[in-house]
């Protein structure tokens, strides 16, 4: 009994010393503007910058990327973002909330609302009119269910009881016998980008209200991006945008390590896409209103327009990353609970003069450049001291 209370007053001691460390206060806004283009913007095009946006990063659908390049964007133009209290997402998996925003207050205007939560339209529509541009990601559903399987797998309790040395094959064998619709985030199991757009993840896929759903979302996003044809995408969002190919720089940002994944057989990808039948309806309706935009674009231009953007990213890369060895702290992205499974980069000792800030800037995983933006990410951080502590 008494060891049972020095470790509750342990942990709550723990609670309240990294409450008081890391509850710091959002940044009070930077610009907040409709009208008048982003300081400093002269496109090279006869269209005028856009920077009222909100994007749906989709989980496990390879977008850290995206997130990079809006936090430069926005604060190269002072934009300002919505950002969550305590936490990198907007209380997820609830669906999405006003009052999620830290420091919200009724009449408050945001530039630029971008991280993971549920999509909700009506409340997002009070922050952002619908006319301003939204976006998205998808990935193919059955290498997204594998990375989701095993990225999240510590912390869904109906992983735990599937026996054998490959947990992912013995569920996919019989998904009913592990699965239950409302066990805590189960979510994550079935259907996940179906349920991020704010939809039932268990919803029949012979429905006949899904392509009515499907022609909804095309509705209300501009562009559905590809994470297999990630390059093209960005293509896609720079023309949407009236952004300049500089903005689209990159390089993958939370990335699982190479040894980490595990690739999925023709028999497992077949009974994932089963399992998984309407993310796999989903993918294919934007896989086709995507390579129409493509087509729109013209083929020729994206491939020259692509070359240039990978060319672009080849001498980033020359010029900030090192090669092999230990990730320091700064580059090293967020490792869910039990998992040490995300690879980052280590900077050159000696950058250049001119590329040192953009270096410092494409290799900051969101995580941190969130934090050097002024987020307080208490929670998270109380949440892995807790788990590392218990798990010691």
Known sequence: MQHTLLIAMFLVSAYLLFYNIFTARSPLPKTCSRQAR?????????????????????????????????????????LK???????????????FERRSIADYAPGACYNVIATHMRFNRAELGQLLPPDRHYFTILRLPA????????????????????????????????????????????????????????YNKDMDPHDLALPGIFKELEAHFALVMLAEHFDES???????????????????LNARAT???????????????EWNQVDALLYAHFNRTFWRKVETFGRTRMAWEVAELRWLNARMAEACIEGDGPVGAAFQP?????????AGYNRKQQVEAPYEELCNAMLTPEMQYMGNMGVSLWKMRLWAFLHNLVNW
């Open 38 to 78: 982003p300081s400093g913007q002269e496109s090279t095009r006869h269209c005028s910058p856009q920077w009222d946006l909100m994007f749906l990063k989709v989980h496990q659908a390879g977008s850290s990327p995206v997130l990079n390049i809006l936090f430069r964007y926005g604060e190269k133009h002072r």
């Open 81 to 95: 973002f919505a950002f969550p209290s305590g936490r990198s997402d907007f209380n997820y998996p609830a669906p």
């Open 143 to 198: 290498p997204l269910f594998e990375s989701s399987f095993h990225y999240y797998s510590p912390t869904i309790p109906l992983t735990w009881r599937i026996p054998g040395p490959n947990r992912l094959a013995t569920f996919l064998g019989d998904p009913w016998a592990y699965y239950s619709p409302g066990a805590f985030n189960s979510h994550y199991l079935r259907n996940l980008q179906f349920f991020d757009l704010g």
């Open 234 to 252: 960005l293509i896609l969002l720079k023309d949407l945008l009236c952004w300049e190919m500089e903005d689209m720089m990159y390089f993958r």
């Open 259 to 273: 040894g980490d994944v595990e690739p999925l057989d023709l028999e497992l990808q077949w009974k994932a896409l």
């Open 334 to 342: 967020w490792q869910p609970a039990g998992r040490r499974n995300s």
